[in-house]
């Protein structure tokens, strides 16, 4: 099981850029795929980007899909997220959580929660 931990959130203005970083503690398997979610206040948690950790295959949710970027370090075990263009509409915590499924975008596919970082995009 890994413990992740994100960190990089913070306030920005629209049009602004931010970068976003998980890292994981303890062994990230070949098979995992790492996935960044998002919860705004009132709305459920809804997925945002996913990497595969061995192919690098990456897939999005179509509001981010062209602004933001996902990658990692496998010397680090960490996890990032390239968030560009931010919109108001982007404002919530972000969170990083691994699977065990390729191309997982639902959340209930995800396991190794972390505890989340605020993004907040003033207009």
């Known amino acids: 099981q890994a413990q992740l931990v994100e960190s990089g959130g913070g306030l920005v203005q629209t049009g602004d850029s931010l970068r976003l970083s998980c890292a994981a503690s303890?062994?990230?398997?070949?098979?995992?795929?790492m996935g960044w979610f998002r919860q705004a206040p009132g709305n459920k948690r809804e997925f945002v980007a996913g990497?595969?950790?061995?192919?690098?295959?990456?897939h999005y949710s179509d509001p981010v899909k062209g602004r933001f970027t996902i990658s990692r370090d496998s010397a680090k075990n960490t996890v990032y997220l390239q968030m560009n263009s931010l919109k108001p509409e982007d404002t919530a915590v972000y969170y990083c959580?691994?699977?065990?499924?390729?191309?997982?975008?639902?959340?209930?596919?995800?396991?190794?929660w972390g505890q989340g970082t605020q993004v907040t995009v003033s207009s």
């Open positions: 990497i595969s950790w061995s192919t690098l295959r990456t």
């Open positions: 303890g062994r990230i398997y070949s098979s995992s795929v």
């Open positions: 959580a691994r699977s065990t499924q390729q191309r997982a975008t639902q959340e209930a596919d995800y396991r190794d």
